[in-house]
Each structure stands twice: as structure tokens, then as C-alpha cells.
């Protein structure tokens, strides 16, 4: 109930017990008295009604400060306070009491603050002698993330319902270049901690494979693998091979384990999934099988033909000269046929039939900036730099291709002394021009193609390969050309590009301060949610913090979304690594006043994608999770006039931190978000972008949690229940 509504109340009380109480006196008094004394009284009130109603006024106004005044001192202060100790014990134990009320319960409040001093003292000794026997466990566990960041194979753990616990760089990377392509906020098909791994794979697959681990364990004891080839939605094709994870031995596996073991034999509790790509390997092979298949049809008739004309001719020796010319000529011919479908065959498919060398990935910027410094080194020239794409990634053998390098720079120096070489790198298309420049006299092509078939030589060492040979090991090509114009020279190197599924984008590369958190391993002991979600507790949740920024207030008025920011609360931990960021085009102008509050122009919005295909994707995003958003009947009111237009449901549960403050701290004066961050000791970066209110509200959220358990509030439904009562949820949009 509203404070000022319960004082009010409190004296209308009080007000009606003096008012009865009054009345009750003058009765009695009335009927003790004989009719003289009656009349006497009357006569002496007669003109003096109003003065007496005036004072007994008077009277209760002086009542009602001292009960106001009495109020404040003894009764709201302390359920104030009583607010506040909850916060300091449950989610921000750096808060003190405000030293208010009565000056006995100021003194309480003191007495309180000291006490709430040494306990934190206590909580920081307890905190580092537990974060001192954590530490072995930590740096496990932060050498296995390190590890699994690592890999250059895509490695996802699931438990036992296909939730994944833990994935690395590598697969998120491969399942968003796999994905559709184009979809907004960078949504690919999603993966992310406590998602499930049948919407980026098939479960019949999955399953099976399971079995099968299951029957050959009973079989052998040993620990076996299975695999299997699946297609992504985009068409590509992947190898997977799936190893089950094992409890050590008679533990019980959550919500039930698999056929009954002996006595301390070991469970599936789930299993590792390492996944290639292998759409370019298949579509080589297939190409290789269309070569032999080619060669196959096309030189059966040939050699069928000269077959029969060799027999002819071995057969009758005696044949007439002009008869035996005939058969020589036939023969001929189906030579030159034979040999001409060979060699359009060899062209046709030389790619297919190149056995790759290993190449690996590497940023284009870094191989010049070797072969810069190698040069310098070895040959003892001058290297430069001009017209760097520094986000280019090339595949390459690094170690044969810089000796080529060092090989060229070598042999200008020696044969036209050359002082100066300088570098340039290009992406064309799927390819990649590395240009060794210099300033000079043009060279002959006769002395390029006699570089380019010599074996190097590089520092008195011959190699034993030739600068042809290194090129045809990258499946490129070598030539040399001369600017007029500017004086100039370069061999040009062309060289494969790294393919978008293998391009490591600048936003995963792994700093010290900021590696995501990939892994959760106590998503093992997790089973699939019930379906009656207003009944799961609100710790076996997976939420997803949501908030948008918009062009006005008034969405039935015509004003749009801009930006989307939401971030995922999965077995209470807030996934910061696990985002969704948009803007937005709202197709029309935004109004000058919202600008200084979002910092959104409409130049950042222009050409950014529509509502018709964010929506879609941020539908994704928080399938089968919680909605949790500040004041979250603004954002739902957007979401749901979009509704029948794009034919999206957004029929997920919706917590609303705004409400839960309410029911938290029904004392409090403020309940925005800020003054709430600041009562839960959270520290607010980042306001009044989407994603940065969604982060803010997130760990709003966590911090409410034991708030809420306090109260007996601890499942969904009791959640909606208690924030439905309260004066904030009336409010309309």
C-alpha cells in the first residue's frame, strides 16, 4: 500500500475512535444531567458553537503533525531501514543504513553500520582465504577456456537434453559464416550456453549416434566415438565425431541415466561434438569422380578404335600398302582424339586434381611485416609499405612463401642493385595481390622466367624449390609488370584469401582482460524445463534482458524502434558474450528532442536493416527464455504492434525489473533504474544505449534475485503475481 495512503487511512482511524469517543462522553454526560442543567449548558453554547468546533479542529490538526511527526520517526523509518539491511545482506553488502527516524532508532541504525563494517571484514577474510583454495581450481579451469579458445577445430559440449555447456571460438565463428547470411544483428544459426544444439544440427543424427555410443560401451567397457555427416540449413556440409562424457563411476545422473550399469561402472552424462566443415573437400572429390567418370566415357571409344586397328594390322601382315595407310590413318586420329579429350579434361579439372599443400591463415599484414624484416636481415635493403588492406586474411605456407620473397629481393639487388623494395597488398574478389615494388630500368620477361624455374638460391644455400614450385604449392600465379608512367616495377603474387567460415573477425580475438565465458559445466546437472514454466524456480530459468531505444514515446503514434540491445541470463550468470545488438531504419525522421537522450542520428540509422528483418532475428535470439526488461510494458507495446504485420508471436513470459523494485522496496521514493543500480551498489556504463540499459538491467536483475527469495517470491508465477499488485502496473502505453 502507498505510504501516504496508509497515513492517511491511520488518521481517518484515528480521527473516527476520537470523534466516537467524544460522542460517546457527551451522551453519558447528557443523560446524567437533570433538564435546569441541561438548559443551563445549552444557553451557555448557544453563541459559542463555531468557537468550539474551531477548536476541536484545531485540536486534531495538532493531532495529526504529532501523529505524522510520530509516524515518520517510528514507522517508516524502520520499514526504510528494513529495506535497506535486506539489500545490505543480500546483494550489496557495501551499503549503509541512513542514520533516520527517532533518535533511538538513529542509534539502532549506527549500531547496525558497525556491526555491517565488521561483517564485511569478515566476509573480505572468508572471501580470500576461499578465492586462495579456488585458485587451482580457477586456473584449471581458465587454461581449459584458454585451450578450448585455442582450437582450430570447433568443439561444443552438450549435457544429456542437448544443451550446450560449453563451445569455443572456433564453432561460434563457423555456425554464424554457416548461417543464412545477411540476417540482422549478426544471427546466424545461434549457438550459446544453455541453447539447445538440435536447432543447429538434427536431433535423429544426434540421437543415433548416442545409441550407438551406448551399445558399444556396454559391449567393450572401452570409450568409443561415433560419427556422422550432416547438412547446416545454409547447405553446408559437416563431419561431426561425437565422444561421450563419462561420470566418474556410481553417480546418479540427473532426471535418469541410461540402460542400469553394474556398481560403479560409469554414465553418459553428455558428449563432445567436434565438427569440420567439409563442403570444399566434398565438392573436390566430386569434381575429381567427375574427371575419372570423363576420362572413363571419353577414351573407351578411342581405345576401343585403335584396339581394333593394331589387331587388324597384326592379324594381316600381308595387307595392301593403301588398305594398311587407311588403318595407320584411323589410328592416328583416334590418338589425336584421345589426346586432346585428355587434355581438355586436364584443364577443365586442374584444379581438382592439385594436391593442396597445408596452408594456414594468417592477417596478410603480418606476412609483409615478416618478409619486411627478413629482407632488412638478409638481403640488407630498404622495405616500405604502401596500400595495406590491414583486415585482409590470406592463406598461405608463410615459410616457403617469405623465402620467395627474400629470393626476388636478392636477385634485384645483385643484378640491378636495387637499394628499395616496397610492399603492397589488395583483396580481389576470393584473392589477394601481393605486389614486391621497386623504382627502376624494366627487366626482361626472359629473366623472370629464368628466376622463376631456377631453384633459389638464398644465401649461398640452394632450395630445393623453385619460385614456380612455391606458387603452384598456394595455387597461384607470378608475374612481373612495369608502370611507364610511374617509373616503376613489381612482381604481383596472387594468392588465396582466407574463405569467410575461416576468417577470425577482429571481435574474437582473445585479450587479457576480456576472454568470454564460453563454458558452464553446471548446465550438466540441467534437464529440459518444464513446460509449465509459471511453476519452475526463477534460478532454473534462462532469461533474456532486453531493451530497445526509439524514436518517441508514443508507439501508437507512429514512432518506431531504432536499436536493439539484449543480452542472456543463463544458470545465473549474465552472458555478456552472448549479445544482440541492432539499429535500426525507422523509415522516417527522428525527432530532434530524442537525439541528445539516445545519441542516435539519422544518419547512423540510414541503410541500417528494417524492423521487418530485425524483429525476425531478435525473435530468435530469445526463443524459449524469459523476457526481462526495465518499465517493460514501453518495449513490449512496440514488440506487439509488430506483431500481426510481420506474423510474430512474442508470447514469452515478461518480468519487469520496474514492477519487482516496487514489490522489493515499496518504501523507496524512486524506482528508476538508475536510483535502483544505485541501492544494489551496480555501477551504471553505458546508459541509454540498448545494450548498455539491457547489461545494467541484467545484473539488476541477478541482484534481486535473493531480494525476491526473501519474500517467499521464489518461482515464476509468484514473480508476476506479486509485481501485478502493485501501483505500477496500471500504467498504459
Avoid at 577414351?299 to 588403318?327: G, H, K
Wanted: charged fraction near 25%; hydrophobic fraction near 45%.
Amino acid at each position: 500500500m502507498n505510504r501516504k495512503l496508509k497515513l492517511a487511512l491511520s488518521l481517518a482511524g484515528l480521527y473516527l475512535l476520537l470523534a466516537v469517543l467524544f460522542g460517546a462522553l457527551v451522551l453519558v454526560l447528557w443523560m446524567d444531567m437533570r433538564e435546569p442543567e441541561r438548559d443551563a449548558v445549552l444557553a451557555i453554547m448557544e453563541n459559542r458553537y463555531v468557537l468550539a468546533i474551531l477548536i476541536i479542529l484545531l485540536a486534531w490538526a495538532v493531532l495529526g503533525f504529532i501523529v505524522q511527526g510520530l509516524y515518520e520517526a517510528y514507522v517508516r523509518a524502520p520499514l526504510s531501514l528494513r529495506e535497506q539491511a535486506l539489500v545490505m545482506v543480500e546483494a550489496n553488502p557495501g551499503l549503509r543504513l541512513q542514520e533516520i527516524g527517532a533518535s533511538e532508532i538513529r542509534t539502532l541504525a549506527h549500531v547496525v553500520n558497525a556491526l555491517a563494517e565488521q561483517r564485511e571484514a569478515l566476509q573480505r577474510d572468508v572471501e580470500a582465504k576461499i578465492r586462495e583454495a579456488k585458485a587451482s581450481i580457477e586456473e584449471e579451469k581458465n587454461r581449459l577456456a584458454a585451450l578450448m579458445s585455442e582450437l582450430t577445430q570447433s568443439v561444443v559440449v552438450c549435457n544429456l537434453d542437448g544443451r550446450i555447456l560449453l563451445y569455443n571460438n572456433r564453432a561460434r565463428l563457423q555456425f554464424r559464416a554457416l548461417g543464412d547470411g545477411g540476417t540482422a544483428g549478426g544471427a546466424g544459426p545461434l549457438i550459446g550456453l544453455g541453447r539447445s544444439i538440435f536447432g543447429l544440427l538434427e536431433r535423429g543424427l544426434i540421437t543415433h549416434a548416442l545409441e550407438n555410443i551406448q551399445h558399444r560401451l556396454k559391449r567393450s567397457g572401452s570409450q568409443p566415438v561415433a560419427n556422422f555427416v550432416t547438412t547446416t540449413r545454409a547447405g553446408q556440409l559437416l563431419r561431426a565425431q561425437m565422444a561421450a562424457v563419462l561420470s566418474s563411476g556410481g553417480e546418479e545422473v540427473p532426471g535418469g541415466a541410461p540402460a542400469p550399469r553394474g556398481e560403479g561402472e560409469r554414465q553418459i552424462t553428455g558428449y563432445v561434438l567436434m565438427l569440420d566443415n567439409i563442403t570444399r573437400n566434398f565438392e573436390t572429390e566430386t569434381r575429381r569422380d567427375q574427371m575419372l567418370e570423363s576420362l572413363t566415357e571419353g577414351t573407351r571409344a578411342p581405345l576401343a578404335s585403335v584396339r581394333a586397328a593394331v589387331e587388324t594390322l597384326a592379324n594381316y601382315p600381308d595387307m595392301e600398302a593403301e588398305q594398311r595407310d587407311r588403318f595407320v590413318s584411323i589410328i592416328g586420329e583416334e590418338v589425336r582424339k584421345l589426346s586432346h579429350h585428355v587434355d581438355r579434361t586436364m584443364t577443365e579439372y586442374a584444379d581438382a586434381m592439385k594436391t593442396r599443400w597445408p596452408l594456414e591463415e594468417m592477417l596478410g599484414a603480418d606476412l609483409v611485416g615478416a618478409g619486411q624484416r627478413r629482407i632488412e636481415a638478409k638481403v640488407g635493403i630498404r622495405t616500405k609499405t604502401q596500400e595495406i588492406d590491414s583486415g585482409l586474411w590470406i592463406k598461405v605456407d608463410s615459410f616457403s612463401l617469405l623465402q620467395g620473397l627474400n629470393y626476388l629481393s636478392t636477385r634485384l639487388h645483385e643484378e640491378f642493385a636495387i637499394r628499395e623494395v616496397r610492399f603492397r597488398l589488395a583483396r580481389d574478389g576470393n584473392l589477394a595481390h601481393l605486389d614486391l615494388m621497386w623504382a627502376g630500368s624494366p627487366m626482361g620477361v626472359e629473366t623472370m622466367h629464368a628466376w622463376e624455374e631456377e631453384p633459389m638460391n638464398l644465401g649461398g644455400e640452394t632450395s630445393l624449390l623453385t619460385l614456380r614450385d612455391v606458387m603452384d604449392r598456394h595455387g597461384g600465379e607470378i608475374w612481373y609488370q612495369y608502370d611507364k608512367p610511374q617509373q616503376s616495377a613489381f612482381f604481383r603474387l596472387l594468392l588465396p584469401s582466407a574463405m569467410p567460415q575461416e576468417e577470425m573477425a577482429a571481435d574474437v580475438l582473445l585479450r587479457s582482460d576480456s576472454r568470454p565465458e564460453y563454458y558452464d559445466f553446471d548446465l550438466f546437472q540441467r534437464r529440459e524445463q518444464r513446460s509449465d514454466l509459471d511453476d519452475v524456480p526463477l534460478t532454473e530459468l534462462t532469461f533474456t534482458v532486453f531493451d530497445t531505444e526509439t524514436t518517441g514515446l508514443e508507439p501508437s503514434a507512429g514512432d518506431e524502434i531504432i536499436q536493439f540491445g539484449a543480452v542472456r541470463i543463463v544458470n545465473g550468470r549474465l552472458l555478456r558474450s552472448e549479445s544482440f545488438e541492432q539499429l535500426v531504419d525507422p523509415q522516417r525522421r527522428l525527432k530532434p528532442e530524442s537525439i541528445p537522450i539516445h545519441g542516435i542520428t539519422d544518419a547512423m540509422v540510414r541503410g541500417q536493416p528494417t524492423i521487418h528483418k530485425v524483429l525476425p532475428a531478435f525473435a530468435e535470439f530469445c526463443a524459449d527464455t524469459v523476457l526481462v526488461a526495465h518499465n517493460a510494458a514501453f518495449d513490449m507495446r512496440f514488440l506487439q504492434m509488430k506483431e500481426e504485420p510481420l506474423g510474430i508471436r512474442f508470447d514469452h513470459p515478461v518480468l519487469d525489473t520496474l514492477l519487482l523494485s516496487a514489490v522489493i522496496h515499496p518504501n523507496q521514493e524512486s524506482h528508476k533504474l538508475e536510483a535502483i543500480a544505485e541501492r544494489l551498489g551496480i555501477n551504471v556504463i553505458g546508459r541509454h544505449t540498448a545494450l548498455g540499459d539491457a547489461i545494467v538491467t541484467g545484473e539488476v536483475f541477478l541482484k534481486m534475485l535473493p531480494l525476491l527469495t526473501q519474500q517467499g517470491i521464489q518461482t515464476l508465477r509468484q514473480a508476476r503475481e506479486a509485481a501485478e499488485k502493485t501501483y505500477y502496473a496500471r500504467v498504459k502505453y
